[in-house]
């Protein structure tokens, strides 16, 4: 986006209609708040600069899409301002958004922990928010990329590359950073900034992380091993999946604790939770002496793993000549490893970007800016990171419904 020069904008003999909105951004949340508008009468333009909607549902679940999650409390997510997601959670709720997934016949399937996804394709939930849209009467007008953006007597102008466009109400529906490849940038902050709110902070989130040269000489190796684990900052900690990768390590548990990583923070990694593996090799020293240490730990971890370990920490032999130091010093490998990640993948393969336009200064009923009356900022934008399994897109169906219900045709305003 460009400065807001006057050059950029339309002259007044130029100029069409005020919409009541105009929505930037087709995705998500930017899809929902549209529709929601429309239904009420509403006319609503919606804005991308892609040449598709909605590419990040494409992407999502493995190209299933995991498009809630039944259990979505504001415990699942992350802001400076924590109770500020309550309302518009509770205000749509995911059988609210289900309803409308059963209305159009798309089936779908629970996996763990309350997350739903499609039977056949994401595709199905682009195509059922783009019904719902042109049914309402919502226009959606792609490859459009926004030059800049003003206010000027309470109507909000927009300057594309394909003419210019003024509404009653401005929604910003653009994302955040995570994806470059599909168009992700910092946009909506900019926006933001330009009428004066504040920006917390942004970084990668639910994202993998990424080792040392000499870290990755042991565990390169691993590449594609997963295990069941629990990784620990602090208080926070996640029982899930863990992968081995060519960098370092991903999986469900490294991206739900990414969230809550910074630089030169450990990370406790429990690559078998529930085993008693010092219990184990102390039963082996007695019952198999003369069995190796890592086919004793292989029976606890996968043989690679336990092979890996045991290299890694210079143990071997009969696990007959290991004193209880030694076995201590695995258990401590298994049960307590200290992870020191030298960063993250970052905003590359990010699945959502933490921080973003303060909410201190957005109700939490309507999205709307306090003090900047009309202009909206729904979804990802939002200083409001959900965790993994479905709670982002239900968020983004919250916030872009409670934007949708509180903006205003113009023969009622």
Same mark, same amino acid.
């Given at each position: 986006?460009?400065?807001?020069?006057?050059?950029?904008?339309?002259?007044?003999?130029?100029?069409?209609?005020?919409?009541?909105?105009?929505?930037?951004?087709?995705?998500?949340?930017?899809?929902?708040?549209?529709?929601?508008?429309?239904?009420?009468?509403?006319?609503?333009?919606?804005?991308?600069?892609? #040449?598709?909607?909605?590419?990040?549902?494409?992407?999502?679940?493995?190209?299933?899409?995991?498009?809630?999650?039944?259990?979505?409390?504001?415990?699942?997510?992350?802001?400076?301002?924590?109770?500020?997601?309550?309302?518009?959670?509770?205000?749509?709720?995911?059988?609210?958004?289900?309803?409308?997934?059963?209305?159009?016949?798309?089936?779908?399937?629970?996996?763990?922990?309350?997350?739903?996804?499609?039977?056949?394709?994401?595709?199905?939930?682009?195509?059922?928010?783009?019904?719902?849209?042109?049914?309402?009467?919502?226009?959606?007008?792609?490859?459009?990329?926004?030059?800049?953006?003003?206010?000027?007597?309470?109507?909000?102008?927009?300057?594309?590359?394909?003419?210019?466009?003024?509404?009653?109400?401005?929604?910003?529906?653009? +994302?955040?950073?995570?994806?470059?490849?599909?168009?992700?940038?910092?946009?909506?902050?900019?926006?933001?900034?330009?009428?004066?709110?504040?920006?917390?902070?942004?970084?990668?989130?639910?994202?993998?992380?990424?080792?040392?040269?000499?870290?990755?000489?042991?565990?390169?190796?691993?590449? +594609?091993? #997963?295990?069941?684990?629990?990784?620990?900052?602090?208080?926070?900690?996640?029982?899930?999946?863990?992968?081995?990768?060519?960098?370092?390590?991903?999986?469900?548990?490294?991206?739900?604790?990414?969230?809550?990583?910074?630089? +030169?923070?450990?990370?406790?990694?429990?690559?078998?939770?529930?085993?008693?593996?010092?219990?184990?090799?102390?039963?082996?020293?007695?019952?198999?002496?003369?069995?190796?240490?890592?086919?004793?730990?292989?029976?606890?971890?996968?043989?690679?793993?336990?092979?890996?370990?045991?290299?890694?920490?210079?143990?071997?032999?009969?696990?007959?000549?290991?004193?209880?130091?030694?076995?201590?010093?695995?258990?401590?490998?298994?049960?307590?490893?200290?992870?020191?990640?030298?960063?993250?993948?970052?905003?590359?393969?990010?699945?959502?970007?933490?921080?973003?336009?303060?909410?201190?200064?957005?109700?939490?009923?309507?999205?709307?800016?306090?003090?900047?009356?009309?202009?909206?900022?729904?979804?990802?934008?939002?200083?409001?990171?959900?965790?993994?399994?479905?709670?982002?897109?239900?968020?983004?169906?919250?916030?872009?419904?409670?934007?949708?219900?509180?903006?205003?045709?113009?023969?009622?305003?």
């Amino acid at each position: 986006m460009t400065s807001s020069s006057p050059d950029s904008f339309a002259s007044p003999s130029q100029r069409h209609e005020p919409w009541d909105a105009v929505v930037i951004g087709a995705g998500a949340a930017g899809l929902m708040t549209a529709l929601t508008a429309a239904r009420r009468g509403c006319r609503v333009l919606v804005l991308d600069h892609a #040449s598709k909607p909605a590419e990040k549902i494409r992407i999502s679940g493995g190209g299933r899409c995991n498009f809630t999650n039944l259990g979505t409390t504001e415990k699942h997510f992350l802001s400076q301002n924590p109770r500020f997601c309550i309302s518009a959670l509770r205000a749509f709720k995911p059988q609210d958004f289900l309803s409308m997934v059963d209305a159009h016949g798309i089936a779908w399937h629970e996996k763990a922990l309350g997350q739903l996804f499609c039977d056949d394709s994401a595709q199905q939930i682009i195509d059922m928010l783009l019904d719902e849209l042109k049914k309402a009467g919502g226009v959606l007008r792609l490859t459009t990329e926004i030059k800049a953006v003003r206010k000027v007597e309470g109507l909000f102008e927009i300057a594309t590359s394909r003419g210019s466009e003024s509404a009653h109400a401005l929604v910003i529906a653009s +994302g955040g950073k995570s994806i470059p490849k599909i168009g992700a940038s910092g946009f909506g902050y900019d926006i933001a900034r330009q009428f004066g709110l504040e920006i917390q902070p942004t970084r990668p989130a639910l994202v993998p992380f990424t080792f040392s040269e000499v870290d990755k000489q042991w565990s390169v190796p691993l590449s +594609g091993l #997963s295990v069941d684990a629990e990784v620990r900052i602090g208080k926070v900690a996640f029982r899930e999946g863990l992968l081995f990768t060519h960098r370092g390590l991903s999986g469900p548990s490294i991206l739900q604790i990414s969230s809550h990583w910074a630089e +030169g923070t450990p990370v406790t990694v429990n690559l078998a939770p529930g085993a008693d593996t010092l219990a184990a090799l102390k039963d082996a020293r007695s019952t198999h002496p003369k069995q190796d240490v890592s086919t004793v730990l292989s029976t606890i971890l996968p043989k690679r793993l336990a092979k890996a370990l045991c290299e890694r920490e210079k143990i071997s032999g009969n696990i007959a000549q290991l004193g209880d130091k030694a076995l201590r010093r695995i258990d401590d490998c298994v049960h307590r490893w200290q992870v020191s990640p030298i960063g993250t993948e970052g905003y590359r393969t990010a699945e959502v970007t933490l921080g973003g336009v303060d909410t201190r200064a957005i109700s939490q009923k309507t999205m709307e800016a306090r003090d900047v009356p009309g202009l909206y900022f729904v979804g990802e934008v939002l200083d409001v990171t959900g965790q993994l399994g479905g709670y982002n897109f239900q968020w983004a169906w919250a916030s872009g419904h409670a934007a949708g219900k509180a903006i205003k045709a113009a023969d009622k305003l």
